[in-house]
């Protein structure tokens, strides 16, 4: 006996000491736009998850056990998101789903895994009301009500004679509605002036009309919110027919697969943002070299995003081992997903973000946000965000 005792404490000391995941890996299903438009931040959104996979399996998962992130494209629409959903949770059973990108898309999918009592973390839907569609739903993206403002500040300070604005927003998708609303108000706050609101679609490529009438009405500023292929077409064909005011874009201008769409044009634009490269905590310091190694770049915003969901999930599922004293793998699938969201929520994480709190809604508090201005390179397709002090 005494010699079993001993064995097994050796074995669990060596295990711990290497951590060396044993046992069938816990899925996790990734549900984010890996094709369409919206690719453009999907791919990103997939780098992200694949350093989290590898940083967490690495050291051990979840205590011993491996994760392994399922993928489903959702494409760029509602009913991509719907499939990619429906197939994570009834063929792949997976525990939680991370996911869809868009807000929009968060709006049709995310009752059916709240219906069907499956997690959805939110890596980057910034939409008033999407952590409170229902009590499995949550997110690790801010809205832009406390970013928002910031941007304009900013700008302000760039250009402090700016007294009439122009605000563009893609009056289809949920996210640009929602974001041009905590724009307007932000612009009225500050004292200035909305000359006139030009209404887009995230279909669009060609902006003639909305460009004509900006340049006509003579602004100092131009408020945009719009996604990354719309946006950047903007920006271009803005600076192209001679727009040479301030650009400030909203959340879905945080893309550097932005920048080849509009090119040197969106040198200058400022940005809001919840995450940066350069943010000096101990989580991103360990997480920003990986994804370099592995991606030969810097982790943008919704890189970082979807890691920090893959981290919350997983911390998450240490939790729910801690509390019900049973490993992940011996739990019935709906048990788990129950305790699971129950740990989600109402905690906080240390995140390359910075500390986030989710509270008992899934809705999250986070502390720091950055603006900062794009730069682009001699090549016209790279470049970097710089921060603005
Ligand atoms: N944040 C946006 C949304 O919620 C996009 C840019 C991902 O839809």
Same mark, same amino acid.
């Given at each position: 006996m005494r010699i079993f005792v001993v064995l097994a404490a050796s074995l669990f000391f060596a295990q711990a000491a290497f951590a060396e995941p044993v046992g069938s890996p816990i899925p996790v299903g990734i549900a984010v736009g890996q094709t369409t438009n919206v690719a453009l931040f999907g791919e990103e959104q997939v780098n992200g998850a694949k350093v989290a996979e590898k940083m967490i399996n690495e050291k051990g998962g979840v205590n011993g056990?491996?994760?392994?992130?399922?993928?489903?494209?959702?494409? !760029?629409?509602?009913?991509?998101? +719907?499939? $990619?959903?429906?197939? %994570?949770?009834?063929?792949?059973?997976?525990?939680?789903i991370i996911g869809p990108t868009l807000s929009q898309q968060a709006f049709?999918?995310?009752?059916?895994?709240?219906?069907?009592?499956?997690?959805?973390?939110?890596?980057?839907?910034?939409?008033?009301?999407?952590?409170?569609? !229902?009590?499995?739903?949550?997110? +690790?993206? $801010?809205?832009?009500? %406390?970013?928002a403002p910031n941007a304009l500040k900013r700008a302000l300070a760039i250009n402090p004679n700016v007294k009439n604005v122009a605000v563009v927003y893609a009056q289809d998708d949920a996210f640009n509605v929602s974001?041009?609303?905590?724009?307007?108000?932000?612009?009225?706050?500050?004292?200035?002036?909305i000359a006139l609101i030009q209404k887009t679609s995230v279909k669009d490529t060609d902006f003639t009309t909305q460009v004509t009438a900006i340049l006509g009405a003579n602004v100092d500023m131009v408020v945009m919110s719009c996604l990354a292929a719309d946006g950047g077409n903007m920006v271009k064909q803005l600076r192209q027919f001679g727009y040479e005011g301030l650009i400030v874009g909203g959340n879905g201008f945080n893309s550097p697969n932005m920048y080849p769409v509009c090119g040197k044009e969106c040198t200058g634009v400022i940005v809001a943002q919840a995450y940066?490269?350069?943010?000096?905590?101990?989580?991103?310091?360990?997480?920003v070299p990986v994804f370099k190694e592995m991606f030969k770049k810097d982790p943008a915003q919704f890189s970082a995003q979807a890691y920090t969901s893959v981290k919350v999930v997983v911390e998450a599922l240490s939790e729910v081992e801690k509390n019900s004293g049973k490993k992940v793998a011996e739990m019935d699938t709906a048990e788990l997903r129950t305790a699971l969201n129950a740990a989600i929520i109402s905690s906080s994480y240390d995140t390359p973000l910075g500390e986030i709190v989710l509270d008992a809604d899934g809705e999250i508090t986070q502390k720091t946000f950055y603006v900062s201005q794009i730069k682009i390179a001699d090549d016209g397709k790279t470049g970097a965000m710089e921060l603005l002090p």
């Open positions: 056990t491996p994760i392994k992130l399922v993928f489903q494209d959702t494409g !760029g629409d509602e009913a991509g998101a +719907i499939n $990619a959903f429906q197939n %994570l949770i009834s063929r792949d059973k997976v525990v939680a049709a999918a995310n009752p059916i895994a709240n219906q069907a009592k499956v997690p959805v973390v939110g890596p980057s839907n910034t939409a008033k009301g999407v952590a409170q569609i !229902g009590e499995y739903v949550s997110r +690790i993206s $801010a809205p832009m009500t %406390l970013v974001e041009t609303g905590i724009f307007q108000e932000a612009i009225k706050d500050q004292g200035l002036n940066s490269p350069k943010a000096d905590n101990a989580e991103n310091n360990a997480f």
